[in-house]
T-cell receptor
């Protein structure tokens, strides 16, 4: 597609449930990032995929968070046993390569944990 | 890890005024970027800076890459109501696989 597509745009779940958030990057972009934006906060880095390299998972806040990227394209961010503090907007971005390339962001998935 | 500092958290200006935003870091970055986020949307790139001392304009926006490579500023001239939003600075270290580090952003309000 023309831009980065994220789904769902809004997700409301109950505490303790698992959720999956999907990101479809721009075709041909090899780098893919997940960020978390809590209310009134900046962009918190979660995980970074670059081509076939091992992902940089250094930003994942706990082992309840995981992400995978299949076939170098679509990525899924999974949050297990959701907690209320997981409520945030989860933003995905992609770029043609790592290094000096700028990021194009999706509109985000807003997660609300009740 | 690297941190980018943006302050204040919010700015309120009158339509037509100029505004300047600063971003500082304790680390040296090779690339500085400025993004704007409208409500309900993802951040959109405004200006990218790749060399120390570089001054780049995009319409009413002007940004500079500081000589020390530890800071950058963004100026908006003759503000208009659609300038409202959150402005993020971002820095990137050298290296093919370096990730972007973002500041916490500044929320700009423009009074008509």
């Amino acid at each position: 597609g023309a831009g980065v597509s994220q789904s769902p745009s809004n997700k409301v779940t109950e505490k303790g449930k698992d959720v999956e958030l999907r990101c479809d990057p721009i075709s041909g972009h090899t780098a893919l990032y997940w960020y978390r934006q809590s209310l009134g906060q900046g962009l918190e880095f979660l995980i970074y995929f670059q081509g076939n390299s091992a992902p940089d998972k250094s930003g994942l806040p706990s082992d309840r968070f995981s992400a995978e990227r299949t076939g170098g394209s679509v990525s899924t961010l999974t949050i297990q046993r959701t907690q209320q503090e997981d409520s945030a907007v989860y933003l995905c971005a992609s770029s043609p390569q790592g290094g000096l390339s700028v990021l194009t962001f999706g509109a985000g998935s807003r997660l609300t944990v009740l | 890890g690297q941190q980018l500092n943006q302050s204040p958290q919010s700015m309120f200006i009158q339509e037509g005024e100029d505004v300047s935003m600063n971003c500082t870091s304790s680390s040296i970055f090779n690339t500085w970027l400025w993004y704007k986020q409208d409500p309900g949307e993802g951040p959109v790139l405004l200006i990218a800076l790749y060399k120390a001392g570089e001054l780049t304009s995009n319409g009413r926006l002007t940004a500079q890459f500081g000589i020390t490579r530890k800071d950058s500023f963004l100026n908006i001239s003759a503000s208009i109501p659609s300038d409202v939003g959150i402005y993020f600075c971002a820095g990137q270290l050298a290296g093919a696989n370096s990730k972007l580090t973002f500041g916490k952003g500044i929320t700009l309000s423009v009074r008509p």
